[in-house]
């Protein structure tokens, strides 16, 4: 890796619009919900801010609608530290929200509309090419274009920097090889590991049979988190679990993307890979005991190992 610390994010900016329920509503029912509340959200962002608020060095690639909620991200990510300065605001589209039910058991269900997060596009990659310069880890999920994610991908490996992709939302069809060839490191929890590699995940041996299949597609590393129970990660040839801290989840609904941002923070600053996977687990395990999205997120001196 290089050694800067610099961390790129290109995704996704959403607003979620979060309900607590005793329970997901059914088809054709209308029911009493509680507690609502709205906060930034869409995967990238979320990473982005865990990124930051975790003491890495972030810069953010986004596309916003030229609305309320839209203005209002920017300006958070400037409160948050985050280099904003290749985010646009559009005039085409709304800003990305989600729908989000959350149950006292910490599940939720969320229904997204993508909005400016679908006009992302390869010449606003382009154009932000000397962010990619400074990179040392580019960090990406899949709620924007792939034809965006392929381009940013590619001038991450051009410059040398570590990539890594989040396959979240997981992927209806198999993701491009002009994508995976210059992914380092796959980040799937077990059903987007299970759409990718065809591998039905159940146990030790299927996760490691999932991970070669993956492997397979031309990412170097992978890691597979599996909620509660932890994370599988192949590290030096070796299947690795790395346990999960034990916690009372209120809302997992950013808990994925904490564990993401944590992880490229700890490995800019130099640790390696087990290492910020704990690091990564610790604040994701805070997250989930808080409810909403960037709102949940520690800061640095909250997670202490």
């Known amino acids: 890796?290089?050694?800067?610390?610099?961390?790129?994010?290109?995704?996704?900016?959403?607003?979620?619009?979060?309900?607590?329920?005793?329970?997901?509503?059914?088809?054709?029912?209308?029911?009493?919900?509680?507690?609502?509340?709205?906060?930034?959200?869409?995967?990238?962002?979320?990473?982005?801010?865990?990124?930051?608020?975790?003491?890495?060095?972030?810069?953010?690639?986004?596309?916003?609608?030229?609305?309320?909620?839209?203005?209002?991200?920017?300006?958070?990510?400037?409160?948050?530290?985050?280099?904003?300065?290749?985010?646009?605001?559009?005039?085409?589209?709304?800003?990305?929200?989600?729908?989000?039910?959350?149950?006292?058991?910490?599940?939720?269900?969320?229904?997204?509309?993508?909005?400016?997060?679908?006009?992302?596009?390869?010449?606003?990659?382009?154009?932000?090419?000397?962010?990619?310069?400074?990179?040392?880890?580019?960090?990406?999920?899949?709620?924007?274009?792939?034809?965006?994610?392929?381009?940013?991908?590619?001038?991450g490996k051009k410059y040398g920097a570590y990539v890594v992709l989040n396959p979240a939302p997981a992927p209806a069809k198999p993701l491009p090889k002009e994508l995976l060839k210059n992914v380092d490191l796959l980040i799937p929890n077990e059903t987007e590991a299970s759409y990718i590699s065809g591998v039905n995940i159940i146990d030790e041996a299927s996760t490691a049979k999932a991970m070669g299949k993956i492997q397979k597609l031309g990412v170097k590393d992978v890691i597979i988190t599996v909620g509660s129970k932890g994370v599988y990660a192949n590290i030096n040839g070796k299947l690795v679990i790395v346990p999960a801290f034990k916690v009372k989840a209120v809302d997992t609904t950013a808990a994925g993307d904490t564990f993401c941002g944590a992880l490229c923070t700890s490995l800019c600053s130099g640790k390696d890979l087990e290492s910020s996977i704990l690091f990564a687990n610790k604040a994701s395990s805070i997250s989930v005991t808080r409810r909403g999205a960037q709102m949940s997120m520690p800061h640095l001196n909250e997670v202490n190992l």
């Not at 509340?37 to 690639?61: D, S, Y």
């Not at 605001?89 to 990305?96: F, P």
């Open 1 to 155: 890796m290089k050694e800067n610390n610099r961390i790129l994010v290109v995704g996704s900016a959403n607003t979620d619009m979060v309900i607590s329920a005793d329970h997901f509503p059914l088809p054709g029912e209308t029911m009493m919900g509680h507690d609502f509340m709205t906060n930034h959200g869409g995967k990238g962002a979320n990473q982005a801010v865990a990124a930051a608020r975790l003491g890495g060095n972030t810069a953010f690639i986004c596309k916003l609608g030229d609305d309320s909620f839209g203005h209002d991200a920017m300006k958070m990510f400037k409160e948050e530290n985050i280099d904003i300065s290749c985010s646009s605001i559009t005039k085409e589209s709304s800003s990305g929200v989600a729908l989000i039910t959350t149950l006292p058991s910490g599940e939720n269900s969320i229904i997204v509309d993508s909005g400016a997060n679908g006009l992302l596009s390869p010449a606003d990659i382009e154009a932000s090419e000397h962010l990619f310069t400074e990179a040392k880890i580019v960090l990406m999920q899949l709620e924007t274009p792939l034809d965006t994610l392929v381009k940013a991908a590619e001038l």
